[in-house]
Protein backbone atom coordinates (compact mmCIF):
# COMPACT_ATOMS: atom_id res chain seq x y z
CA UNK A 1 0.00 0.00 0.00
CA UNK A 2 1.54 3.65 -1.09
CA UNK A 3 1.45 6.17 0.76
CA UNK A 4 1.50 10.20 0.12
CA UNK A 5 3.10 13.03 2.36
CA UNK A 6 0.99 15.82 2.19
CA UNK A 7 2.77 19.43 3.43
CA UNK A 8 2.61 19.65 6.43
CA UNK A 9 0.48 16.68 7.84
CA UNK A 10 1.31 12.94 8.51
CA UNK A 11 1.75 10.08 6.03
CA UNK A 12 -1.84 8.76 4.48
CA UNK A 13 -2.40 5.63 2.32
CA UNK A 14 -4.41 6.26 -0.71
CA UNK A 15 -7.05 4.44 0.74
CA UNK A 16 -7.46 5.90 3.79
CA UNK A 17 -10.51 6.25 5.33
CA UNK A 18 -11.23 8.93 7.23
CA UNK A 19 -14.49 9.55 9.28
CA UNK A 20 -15.92 12.30 10.64
CA UNK A 21 -18.82 11.22 13.29
CA UNK A 22 -21.30 13.20 14.50
CA UNK A 23 -23.32 13.59 18.00
CA UNK A 24 -25.74 10.60 17.44
CA UNK A 25 -23.96 7.56 17.76
CA UNK A 26 -24.71 4.06 16.08
CA UNK A 27 -23.71 2.01 19.25
CA UNK A 28 -26.56 3.31 21.20
CA UNK A 29 -29.10 2.41 17.87
CA UNK A 30 -32.20 0.21 18.60
CA UNK A 31 -32.44 -2.15 16.35
CA UNK A 32 -35.34 -0.29 14.15
CA UNK A 33 -33.50 2.94 14.20
CA UNK A 34 -30.31 0.90 12.88
CA UNK A 35 -32.68 -0.17 9.82
CA UNK A 36 -34.04 2.87 9.76
CA UNK A 37 -30.11 4.37 8.79
CA UNK A 38 -29.94 1.40 6.54
CA UNK A 39 -32.71 2.76 4.22
CA UNK A 40 -31.90 6.34 4.75
CA UNK A 41 -27.84 6.15 4.38
CA UNK A 42 -26.76 6.65 0.25
CA UNK A 43 -22.84 6.95 -1.30
CA UNK A 44 -21.72 9.52 -3.48
CA UNK A 45 -18.85 10.37 -5.38
CA UNK A 46 -16.66 14.07 -4.90
CA UNK A 47 -14.28 14.61 -8.05
CA UNK A 48 -12.69 17.62 -8.91
CA UNK A 49 -9.89 19.04 -11.40
CA UNK A 50 -10.71 17.04 -14.76
CA UNK A 51 -9.44 19.67 -16.85
CA UNK A 52 -10.50 17.86 -20.19
CA UNK A 53 -8.39 19.38 -22.70
CA UNK A 54 -9.29 17.83 -26.15
CA UNK A 55 -11.05 14.12 -27.59
CA UNK A 56 -7.48 12.49 -26.41
CA UNK A 57 -9.02 12.55 -23.36
CA UNK A 58 -12.24 10.97 -23.95
CA UNK A 59 -11.16 7.73 -23.58
CA UNK A 60 -9.44 8.34 -20.41
CA UNK A 61 -12.98 9.74 -18.88
CA UNK A 62 -14.68 6.75 -19.83
CA UNK A 63 -12.56 4.93 -17.99
CA UNK A 64 -12.48 6.83 -15.24
CA UNK A 65 -16.35 6.67 -15.72
CA UNK A 66 -16.57 2.52 -15.86
CA UNK A 67 -14.27 2.22 -12.49
CA UNK A 68 -16.89 4.66 -10.87
CA UNK A 69 -19.55 2.55 -11.43
CA UNK A 70 -18.02 -0.69 -10.57
CA UNK A 71 -18.48 0.48 -6.65
CA UNK A 72 -21.97 0.01 -7.11
CA UNK A 73 -25.20 1.49 -6.02
CA UNK A 74 -24.19 5.30 -6.16
CA UNK A 75 -26.75 8.41 -5.58
CA UNK A 76 -25.33 10.86 -7.52
CA UNK A 77 -21.54 12.65 -8.44
CA UNK A 78 -20.28 15.84 -7.90
CA UNK A 79 -17.99 17.95 -9.89
CA UNK A 80 -15.90 20.62 -8.63
CA UNK A 81 -14.90 22.75 -10.56
CA UNK A 82 -12.43 22.84 -13.83
CA UNK A 83 -13.76 20.53 -15.93
CA UNK A 84 -12.54 21.74 -18.61
CA UNK A 85 -8.89 22.71 -19.27
CA UNK A 86 -9.22 25.98 -21.45
CA UNK A 87 -12.80 26.54 -21.54
CA UNK A 88 -13.91 25.29 -24.29
CA UNK A 89 -17.55 24.32 -25.09
CA UNK A 90 -16.51 21.21 -26.59
CA UNK A 91 -15.05 20.26 -23.27
CA UNK A 92 -17.93 20.80 -21.56
CA UNK A 93 -20.43 19.17 -23.58
CA UNK A 94 -17.33 15.95 -23.51
CA UNK A 95 -17.52 15.67 -19.64
CA UNK A 96 -21.43 16.18 -19.72
CA UNK A 97 -21.80 12.95 -21.70
CA UNK A 98 -18.58 10.90 -19.92
CA UNK A 99 -20.67 11.09 -16.90
CA UNK A 100 -23.80 10.75 -18.01
CA UNK A 101 -22.63 7.18 -18.75
CA UNK A 102 -23.24 7.21 -14.19
CA UNK A 103 -26.87 7.21 -15.43
CA UNK A 104 -27.04 9.23 -11.49
CA UNK A 105 -27.76 13.19 -11.26
CA UNK A 106 -24.52 15.10 -11.65
CA UNK A 107 -23.87 18.15 -9.88
CA UNK A 108 -21.35 20.50 -10.58
CA UNK A 109 -19.60 23.99 -9.57
CA UNK A 110 -17.64 25.97 -12.24
CA UNK A 111 -13.83 26.36 -11.38
CA UNK A 112 -11.08 28.84 -13.10
CA UNK A 113 -10.23 26.82 -16.20
CA UNK A 114 -14.04 26.52 -16.88
CA UNK A 115 -14.07 30.29 -17.72
CA UNK A 116 -10.73 30.89 -19.61
CA UNK A 117 -12.68 32.07 -22.51
CA UNK A 118 -14.45 34.94 -21.83
CA UNK A 119 -13.55 35.32 -18.31
CA UNK A 120 -16.69 34.28 -17.05
CA UNK A 121 -19.01 31.15 -16.54
CA UNK A 122 -21.42 31.99 -19.78
CA UNK A 123 -19.97 28.66 -21.85
CA UNK A 124 -19.60 26.73 -18.91
CA UNK A 125 -23.81 27.18 -17.96
CA UNK A 126 -24.49 26.92 -21.51
CA UNK A 127 -23.95 23.00 -21.09
CA UNK A 128 -24.48 23.01 -16.97
CA UNK A 129 -27.33 25.47 -16.75
CA UNK A 130 -28.54 26.31 -13.09
CA UNK A 131 -25.52 24.86 -11.23
CA UNK A 132 -23.44 28.33 -10.15
CA UNK A 133 -25.04 28.75 -7.08
CA UNK A 134 -27.80 26.45 -5.94
CA UNK A 135 -28.96 23.16 -3.62
CA UNK A 136 -30.77 20.56 -3.05
CA UNK A 137 -31.73 17.72 -1.03
CA UNK A 138 -31.45 14.03 -0.90
CA UNK A 139 -32.71 12.06 1.49
CA UNK A 140 -32.15 13.55 5.08
CA UNK A 141 -29.11 15.87 4.00
CA UNK A 142 -29.13 19.03 2.01
CA UNK A 143 -26.23 20.38 -0.25
CA UNK A 144 -24.95 23.94 -0.90
CA UNK A 145 -23.12 24.58 -3.89
CA UNK A 146 -21.29 27.59 -4.70
CA UNK A 147 -19.58 29.50 -7.79
CA UNK A 148 -16.18 30.30 -6.01
CA UNK A 149 -14.74 31.55 -8.88
CA UNK A 150 -13.35 35.21 -9.50
CA UNK A 151 -12.85 35.09 -13.77
CA UNK A 152 -10.03 33.10 -14.74
CA UNK A 153 -7.64 34.41 -11.78
CA UNK A 154 -5.94 31.34 -9.91
CA UNK A 155 -4.71 33.28 -7.36
CA UNK A 156 -5.42 36.02 -5.14
CA UNK A 157 -9.38 35.55 -5.63
CA UNK A 158 -12.02 36.55 -4.08
CA UNK A 159 -15.32 34.80 -3.44
CA UNK A 160 -17.99 37.44 -5.93
CA UNK A 161 -20.10 39.40 -4.34
CA UNK A 162 -22.72 37.77 -6.29
CA UNK A 163 -22.29 34.61 -4.83
CA UNK A 164 -22.23 36.38 -1.08
CA UNK A 165 -25.78 38.03 -1.68
CA UNK A 166 -26.42 34.86 -2.62
CA UNK A 167 -25.75 33.26 0.70
CA UNK A 168 -27.55 35.63 2.54
CA UNK A 169 -31.01 35.57 0.90
CA UNK A 170 -30.34 31.63 1.07
CA UNK A 171 -29.11 30.39 3.64
CA UNK A 172 -32.18 31.48 6.36
CA UNK A 173 -34.27 29.66 3.98
CA UNK A 174 -32.40 26.54 4.65
CA UNK A 175 -33.32 23.41 7.69
CA UNK A 176 -30.20 24.06 10.11
CA UNK A 177 -31.43 20.74 12.01
CA UNK A 178 -30.29 18.85 8.36
CA UNK A 179 -26.75 17.75 8.09
CA UNK A 180 -25.40 19.47 5.27
CA UNK A 181 -22.77 19.22 3.00
CA UNK A 182 -21.21 22.41 1.23
CA UNK A 183 -18.76 22.36 -2.28
CA UNK A 184 -16.63 24.79 -4.20
CA UNK A 185 -14.22 24.83 -6.57
CA UNK A 186 -11.24 27.10 -4.86
CA UNK A 187 -10.29 25.73 -1.14
CA UNK A 188 -12.31 27.54 1.82
CA UNK A 189 -9.25 26.83 4.35
CA UNK A 190 -7.24 30.05 4.51
CA UNK A 191 -3.76 28.18 5.18
CA UNK A 192 -4.78 26.11 1.64
CA UNK A 193 -2.45 27.05 -1.07
CA UNK A 194 -4.98 29.38 -3.12
CA UNK A 195 -7.52 29.47 -0.82
CA UNK A 196 -10.35 31.93 -1.95
CA UNK A 197 -9.38 35.51 -0.21
CA UNK A 198 -12.75 35.86 1.71
CA UNK A 199 -12.98 32.30 2.61
CA UNK A 200 -13.29 33.22 6.35
CA UNK A 201 -16.44 35.67 5.15
CA UNK A 202 -18.31 32.41 3.35
CA UNK A 203 -17.98 30.16 6.53
CA UNK A 204 -19.40 32.73 8.65
CA UNK A 205 -22.26 33.31 6.36
CA UNK A 206 -23.02 29.37 6.74
CA UNK A 207 -22.50 29.78 10.90
CA UNK A 208 -26.34 27.96 12.51
CA UNK A 209 -26.18 25.15 9.78
CA UNK A 210 -25.22 21.88 10.82
CA UNK A 211 -22.19 21.26 8.19
CA UNK A 212 -20.90 18.88 8.34
CA UNK A 213 -17.96 18.89 5.98
CA UNK A 214 -17.21 20.65 2.71
CA UNK A 215 -15.65 19.54 -0.44
CA UNK A 216 -13.12 21.31 -3.09
CA UNK A 217 -10.20 21.66 -5.59
CA UNK A 218 -8.10 24.14 -6.99
CA UNK A 219 -4.97 22.89 -5.48
CA UNK A 220 -4.24 19.39 -6.24
CA UNK A 221 -3.24 18.14 -3.19
CA UNK A 222 -4.82 15.81 -0.44
CA UNK A 223 -5.61 18.04 2.26
CA UNK A 224 -7.68 17.89 5.29
CA UNK A 225 -8.42 21.06 7.66
CA UNK A 226 -10.83 21.75 10.39
CA UNK A 227 -13.12 24.68 10.87
CA UNK A 228 -13.74 23.83 14.22
CA UNK A 229 -15.50 20.60 13.51
CA UNK A 230 -16.17 20.33 10.15
CA UNK A 231 -13.65 18.86 7.74
CA UNK A 232 -12.74 21.21 5.01
CA UNK A 233 -11.50 18.55 1.91
CA UNK A 234 -8.87 19.76 -0.47
CA UNK A 235 -8.66 16.73 -2.45
CA UNK A 236 -5.99 15.44 -5.56
CA UNK A 237 -6.64 16.11 -9.38
CA UNK A 238 -8.12 13.35 -11.74
CA UNK A 239 -6.78 14.02 -15.15
CA UNK A 240 -5.30 13.04 -17.93
CA UNK A 241 -3.19 16.16 -18.88
CA UNK A 242 -1.99 18.19 -15.16
CA UNK A 243 -0.47 16.61 -12.18
CA UNK A 244 -0.87 17.27 -8.59
CA UNK A 245 0.79 20.46 -7.07
CA UNK A 246 1.99 18.82 -3.77
CA UNK A 247 3.96 16.27 -6.32
CA UNK A 248 2.09 13.50 -5.19
CA UNK A 249 1.47 11.16 -7.96
CA UNK A 250 -2.25 9.54 -7.02
CA UNK A 251 -4.87 10.89 -8.41
CA UNK A 252 -8.38 10.11 -8.08
CA UNK A 253 -11.60 10.92 -6.23
CA UNK A 254 -14.19 10.45 -2.92
CA UNK A 255 -16.12 7.92 -2.61
CA UNK A 256 -18.33 8.95 0.52
CA UNK A 257 -21.16 7.90 2.89
CA UNK A 258 -24.12 9.71 4.38
CA UNK A 259 -26.41 8.22 7.02
CA UNK A 260 -29.52 9.39 8.51
CA UNK A 261 -27.31 10.40 11.79
CA UNK A 262 -25.46 13.13 10.43
CA UNK A 263 -22.55 10.82 9.97
CA UNK A 264 -20.48 11.37 6.96
CA UNK A 265 -17.17 8.91 6.06
CA UNK A 266 -15.38 9.27 2.72
CA UNK A 267 -12.67 7.11 1.16
CA UNK A 268 -10.12 8.56 -1.46
CA UNK A 269 -10.07 6.20 -4.31
CA UNK A 270 -6.74 6.61 -6.94
CA UNK A 271 -7.49 6.31 -10.75
CA UNK A 272 -4.38 4.22 -11.76
CA UNK A 273 -4.99 5.75 -15.25
CA UNK A 274 -4.32 9.10 -14.20
CA UNK A 275 -0.65 8.22 -13.00
CA UNK A 276 1.70 10.67 -15.26
CA UNK A 277 4.99 9.11 -13.49
CA UNK A 278 6.18 5.86 -12.32
Sequence with gaps: MMSAHLPGDRAIS??????????????????????LDAQQRFRFIVVNDLHHGSSECDPFFASLVRQMGSHGQLDFCIIAGDLADTGK???????????????????????????????????YSQTFPDRLNYTFNHKDWQFVALDSTDGNRSQGTRVSDVTLGWLDRTVPTLDR????????????????????????EVLT????LN????????????IERKHG??????NACCSRVRDNHDGSLEEGYLLCTASADGRLTWEFVEFLAARKKA
Excluded at 205 to 208: M, Q
Design 14 to 35: RRTLFQWAGSLGMAAALPWQAR
Design 89 to 123: PESFVAVRDAFSRLAVPIYTVPGNHDCDVDKNTNL
Design 177 to 200: QRPTILFTHFPLAADVTMASGNAG
Design 205 to 208: KLEG
Design 211 to 222: LRGQFNGHYHAR
Design 229 to 234: EVPLLT
